[in-house]
């Protein structure tokens, strides 16, 4: 799974140093929900911003992360060990999408490829990833990819309860996990 380049920052100065692409995020390093809670700053455009953005947020006691911005199709990855299933891997829009919508599809793992592109063919958003609107076709390939090896992850570490790729950004050229949890 590719994920997002971040660093954990604790004061403003190691945010503006961590800023090396923009437009660059500032988010709180551990809170649910930060978007509902004003925990994001998006849009930074040079190391004043952000480390003015990163010493407000810090203000709350809580390190901030830095990373650049990124933009694609918001799509929600996770999977749970279910007690009667095992694990159960789920995708659906990403970010508010999965939970105002709740346009999402399950699947038992370990999936195939062909099964994840079917899992992500299933859902009613799924013309927004094949370039609805005069958009672009996002890789298909690399988002089925995504949601195999988040199944794969559970059923090869029995230790792991949960994990939630939210969102994963899919774009013409692959996908990549901007916010994630794991849980055990």
Do not use: Y
């Not at 978007?35 to 004043?48: F, N, Y």
């Not at 999936?111 to 009613?124: I, V």
């Not at 992850?153 to 949960?162: G, K, Q, W, Y």
């Amino acid at each position: 799974v590719d994920v997002v380049d971040a660093a954990v920052c604790r004061t403003p100065g190691q945010a503006a140093a961590a800023a090396r692409r923009f437009p660059a995020v500032v988010k709180l390093a551990r809170s649910a929900h930060r978007t509902d809670s004003g925990g994001v700053r998006l849009g930074l455009r040079d190391a004043a911003s952000v480390a003015a953005a990163a010493a407000d947020l810090l203000a709350g006691g809580e390190d901030v992360l830095v990373s650049p911005q990124l933009s694609g199709v918001e799509v929600a990855v996770g999977a749970v060990r279910d007690p009667s299933f095992g694990p159960v891997v789920m995708v659906g829009l990403g970010g508010i999408w999965v939970e105002v919508l709740g346009d999402v599809g399950f699947g038992l793992a370990p999936l195939t490829r062909p099964q994840a592109r079917d899992l992500l063919a299933g859902l009613r958003g799924f013309p927004l990833l094949t370039g609805a609107r005069g958009g672009s076709p996002v890789d298909l390939d690399a988002l089925a990819g995504t949601v195999v090896a988040v199944g794969a992850a559970l059923v090869a570490d029995p230790r792991l309860a949960s994990i939630d790729l939210n969102p994963v950004l899919a774009t013409p050229t692959g996908a990549v996990a901007v916010d994630w949890k794991v849980s055990t």
